[in-house]
C-alpha cells in the first residue's frame, strides 16, 4: 500500500537499472567504476545521491518503481540465489530503518 | 473453430526453482503435486498451442514506453534472459512458438479494440514464462507456446475489469479467428500474494491466498470482478500480488467455470504465496455458460 | 495552479504550405485570415507554454508498438523529420521545448490513470506539428511547445469519449500540477476531412467540415460527443478525418466554451478540408463552466 | 469507409515502409535494387507482388494501412511537393482501378 503513490516514470534512474540489466558490460563498468556510469544518467541529486546511499527509503520517497528497486538490491548485493536473499535483506533494512 | 481444452492459473516465483531444495517437506509436496497435476491434465488435454499470459517484470520495455500486452511471435522462445538467470537458478530452455497464433491473436485483438504490442524477435524472459516452463516441461512436450507478457505494475495497468474484458474477447477470438480442430489451452502465470521490492518482501497474506484460491475454484466471477480490486490486490503486497490479473483474463476467456487447487503453501523464505488452480474446460467452446 | 489562457483548433494540411501559392486568392485569403487571427491571439494571451496535441502519421513508432499518446520531453523540438520536408516544402525549424512541463505531463497522466508514453530525444516531427510551427511562427515567438503526439489512425485508437476524457485530465493537472503563474496555451492539430491514402484521397466532406466547425463554436460538448463519433468521421474521409480528436481533446480541457471560426476553405488540390476555431478561456483556470 | 475493414497489423510490408523513411541509405537502395531490399523482409507472396505491381488495391485488400500506403506512393513515384500529386493520383487509380 502506498508503494505507488509518489510513483515517478520520469526518474532516469529507471532507465539506468534498465540498462543495467540489459548491458553486461555497463554491468561490469558499473561494479568497476559507478561514478563514471551514474554520469551518463540525467539523474536528480537527490536520486544520484540516494543511489550512492543505498538508500532505498529515499529513492522510492522521490517515486522509484519497487519493481527495479528490487533489481537494484540485486544488481548491487548480488544476483544469485543467494545473492539475491543477502540484497532482499539489504532493501528491507533500508525501507524499514532497521537492520 | 479452436477449440479451448485446457485453462489453469499457476505461480511463477523464482524461489520455486532457486530455493526448492531448501524448503520443508510438506511445502516441497505441495509445490510437487500442484505441478504433477497440472501436467497430468495437461498431457491429457492434449493443446496444440498454450497461450501464457504472464506479467514481464519491467524486462522489456522502458517506463517510457510501457505496453499492457505485448505478443510474443517468435518462432521459438528461448529463455531465461542472461540476467535473470542466476538469480532463479533455472536450466535454459527453447520452447516451440507459434507465429500464426501469435499473429492471428495480434490481429484479433487489434480488430476488437484491444490494443496489444507485439514482436518478432526472442522477447526476455525472467521467472514469468521461465518458471512454468521449466516446472511443467514445457519445452519437451508436443505443444507450441505463445507468451503474452502483462503489465500488472506500472501504473497505470488494466484492472480486473478490463483484464476480464480482454478474456472475453480472447474466447470469441479463438472460437472465430482459429482454425478448426486447434486445441488451444491457457495459462496464467503470477502471484499469488506478494510484494517484491517493498518493505514487506516478506510477507504473505494467507487470508488473502485462500480466499483467492477460493473464489477461482469456485466460478463466481460477478463476485470476482466486484471484489478483487486493485486496491484488494495492494493491500495483499504491492506490485506484486496483482500480476494475479493474468489469471482473470483466463477466467474471463473460460466464462464462469468451477475450477480446482491443489493445496496451498506458504514460506516465508519463497517470498510468495503458493497455489495453483486448473479449470475445467475439456472439449468446450470458450464462452460463459 | 497555472493558468489556461489559449486554446485552438487548427488544421496541419501540408498542402498548406507546399501548394498555398498555387491556391486561388480566395482561398489563400482563408488560410491568411486564419494565421493572422490565431497568432494575434495567441500573442495577446502570452502563453509561457503551448501543449499541442497531433496525431502522430506512422513517423515515430511501428504499427507493432503503436501508443495512444506520445510526449516530447526534449529541451528543443527541430523539424521537420528529413523524409518529410520536400513533401511539405516547409523551413526548418527548432521551436524551444519544455522539459519540466512535459515531465509534469508524463507524471500527472499516469497518476490519473492515463497511459502515455515519452521521449527525451527530438521526435520525428512530420506534417503535426511543422505545419503550425511554421504557418505561426511558433519558434520565433516567446513560447515554449510541448507536442503530444496521438494515435487518430492505427486500430484501436482513443474515441471521442476518450479524448475527451483525458482533456478533462489534463485540465485537472494544469490546475493542480503545474506551478502558479504559469500560463497555459493549448493546440489541437489536425483535420478537417481528409482521406490520405484512400481512394477518396481527393474528397472534401464539406457538409461534415461546416457542421463540425459550428459545433466547436456551439460549445456543446453533449452534441460533440454523442455525434463526433469514429463512424461518422470516417466516413467524411477515412483514416484522415479522425485527426480531430486532438481539437476533442483540447475541448475536453477547456470544457463547454464557444469558440470562433475564421471561415473555411474547399480547395481540391489541398486534399483536406481547411479551417480553424479559437475558444474563449482568456483568463480562465481550466474546467467546466 | 472500410479502408480498416481488413487492417492487418502483422504484414511485414509495415515495417518496410517505416524503414524506407527512417533509413536515407535504405531509401537509396530500394531505388536501386527495390527486390534486395523486399528480401529483407518476411513479405508474403502476395504482399510481395502486390508491391512489384504496384497494386495499391491489393496491398489494401491484404490489410495494409492507407496512411502507410500514401507514403508508400511516395516513395515509389516521388515525394516533394509535385511528386506528391503523382503519387497520389498513380495511388488513387490503382485502387478505383480507374486512370
Ligand atoms: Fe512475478
Ligand atoms: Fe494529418
Redesign the interface.
Known amino acids: 500500500?502506498?508503494?505507488?503513490d509518489n510513483?515517478?516514470?520520469?526518474l532516469a534512474a529507471?532507465?539506468l537499472?534498465?540498462d543495467l540489466?540489459?548491458d553486461?558490460e555497463l554491468?561490469q563498468q558499473f561494479e568497476k567504476d559507478e561514478g563514471s556510469v551514474l554520469d551518463r544518467y540525467?539523474l536528480r541529486p537527490a536520486e544520484r545521491q540516494a543511489i550512492e546511499q543505498r538508500d532505498f527509503r529515499k529513492l522510492y520517497d522521490l517515486?522509484f518503481?519497487?519493481?527495479?528497486?528490487?533489481?537494484l538490491?540485486?544488481l548491487i548485493y548480488g544476483?544469485?540465489?543467494d545473492?539475491?536473499?543477502r540484497a532482499?535483506n539489504k532493501?528491507?533494512s533500508s525501507?524499514?530503518g532497521k537492520s | 473453430m479452436a477449440e479451448l481444452v485446457y485453462a489453469a492459473g499457476i505461480p511463477h516465483a523464482p524461489t520455486l526453482v532457486g530455493l526448492f531444495s531448501r524448503a520443508p517437506a510438506e511445502v516441497q509436496k505441495v509445490v510437487r503435486d500442484s505441478c504433477d497435476a497440472l501436467v497430468q491434465e495437461l498431457d491429457a488435454a492434449r493443446p496444440d498451442v498454450l497461450i501464457v499470459f504472464a506479467n514481464d517484470h519491467l524486462t522489456n520495455s522502458r517506463i517510457s514506453a510501457y505496453p499492457d500486452f505485448l505478443i510474443g511471435m517468435a518462432a521459438e522462445h528461448s529463455g531465461p534472459h542472461e540476467w535473470f538467470k542466476p538469480w532463479i537458478g533455472c536450466r535454459d530452455y527453447s520452447a516451440k512458438g507459434d507465429t500464426a497464433v501469435a499473429e492471428a491473436l495480434f490481429r484479433g485483438m487489434t480488430k476488437r479494440g484491444i490494443r496489444m504490442n507485439a514482436e518478432r524477435k526472442n522477447l526476455n524472459f525472467d521467472d514469468n514464462i521461465s518458471v512454468p516452463t521449466v516446472l511443467m516441461d514445457l519445452d519437451k512436450r508436443p505443444v507450441r507456446v505463445v507468451p503474452v507478457l502483462q503489465n500488472t505494475t506500472v501504473p497505470p495497468y488494466p484492472d480486473q475489469r478490463r483484464c476480464y474484458a480482454v478474456g472475453q474477447a480472447l474466447a470469441e477470438l479463438i472460437r472465430d479467428d482459429l482454425p478448426a480442430g486447434l486445441r488451444v489451452g491457457l495459462i496464467g502465470s503470477g502471484g499469488l500474494s506478494h510484494e517484491p521490492g517493498g518493505s514487506r518482501y516478506y510477507f504473505i497474506d494467507e487470508e488473502f491466498d485462500r480466499w483467492f484460491l477460493d473464489l477461482c475454484c469456485s466460478g463466481d466471477h460477478r463476485r470476482l470482478l466486484d471484489e478483487l480490486t486493485i486496491d484488494r490486490m495492494e493491500a495483499a503486497g504491492s506490485g506484486g500480488t496483482s500480476e494475479l490479473l493474468a489469471w482473470v483474463v483466463v477466467m474471463g476467456a473460460i466464462g464462469e467455470r468451477p475450477g480446482r487447487s491443489f493445496g496451498y503453501a506458504i514460506h516465508k523464505e519463497f517470498r510468495c504465496g503458493i497455489g495453483a488452480v486448473s479449470w475445467s474446460v475439456n472439449g468446450h467452446v470458450a464462452g460463459r455458460g
Chains 1, 4 share one sequence.
Open positions: 500500500m502506498g508503494l505507488f510513483f515517478d516514470p520520469t529507471h532507465d537499472v534498465q540489466k540489459w553486461p554491468r540525467a517515486g518503481h519497487p519493481y527495479l528497486g528490487g533489481q538490491a540485486r544476483n544469485d540465489v545473492g539475491a536473499i532482499v532493501l528491507v525501507l524499514t
